[in-house]
């Protein structure tokens, strides 16, 4: 079932079952794409119909962020609970079922960080390849035949959205992996260059919170929050169209 956040389609599911969902598109014989849109994303959504449609077209599409979770609260199709894409990949690697996985994105160096505590940390996850997300368009040809030749299973694309969301677009029917998900910065947070949201933060629900005082760069975007609420607020109220 998919729920409707201001145009974006969002599927109500519990981490636990897009979890199975994500093991059962490993065997599914086709290519299987995840987005995980927050509030930021979601209002970058509702004011770009291209990459609303974009988002909609996603195999599977988790509400990651407290801010999702509100605002289908207010709009009366109130989702079963938040799906973070970090604690969904955490659960993954952490599940004792093999994958085979190519990181994609972040800084030079980073990806390399990420994938030495990765291969020292789960012994059921297998890198076969990386590359970082400082690239041309006249390289996207050879990353594509780079990640092909690798077989992996999962692609994870770190390139921040929206531009995450349009490379797997635009480019899955070229790739030959069971899944490709845009993780935003998870790469970053598994190398350590992004400090992990304190376990109070996310009891309390002030992840944003935290992401703020660690990262106050992120004012401007966070600035979308309470306006993306308030439009579903209003919409709540004078049952308005997308």
């Not at 959504?45 to 988002?55: I, K, W």
């Not at 899944?179 to 009891?203: H, L, N, Q, R, Y």
Request: charge should be positive; proline fraction near 4%.
């Amino acid at each position: 079932m998919k729920v409707n956040v201001l145009g974006t389609l969002v599927d109500n599911i519990t981490r636990e079952q897009a979890k199975s969902t994500f093991f059962a598109f490993l065997s599914s014989g086709k290519t299987n794409t995840i987005y995980t849109p927050n509030a930021e994303i979601c209002m970058e959504a509702y004011q770009n119909s291209t990459f609303r449609e974009v988002l909609n077209r996603g195999t599977l599409v988790i509400p990651d962020g407290q801010g999702v979770v509100l605002a289908s609260r207010i709009l009366k199709t109130p989702v079963k609970e938040k799906v973070g894409g970090f604690k969904l990949t955490l659960s993954i690697f952490e599940s004792n079922q093999k994958v085979s996985c190519y990181l994609l994105g972040s800084k030079p160096g980073v990806t390399d960080k990420a994938v030495k505590i990765i291969n020292e940390k789960y012994k059921n996850i297998t890198i076969c390849g990386h590359r970082n997300g400082y690239f041309s368009e006249k390289d996207i040809p050879g990353i594509i035949d780079d990640i092909n030749q690798s077989h992996a299973q999962f692609l994870m694309v770190g390139l921040g959205a929206p531009k995450q969301e349009i490379f797997i677009d635009q480019h899955q029917d070229q790739i030959n992996c069971a899944v490709i998900m845009g993780v935003g910065g998870s790469i970053d947070v598994i190398a350590g260059e992004v400090k992990k949201t304190p376990d109070i933060f996310v009891k309390l629900s002030l992840e944003w919170f935290h992401r703020l005082i660690t990262q106050p760069k992120r004012l401007k975007r966070m600035l979308k929050i309470p306006v993306f609420l308030l439009i579903c607020l209003k919409k709540r109220i004078f049952q308005q169209n997308y």
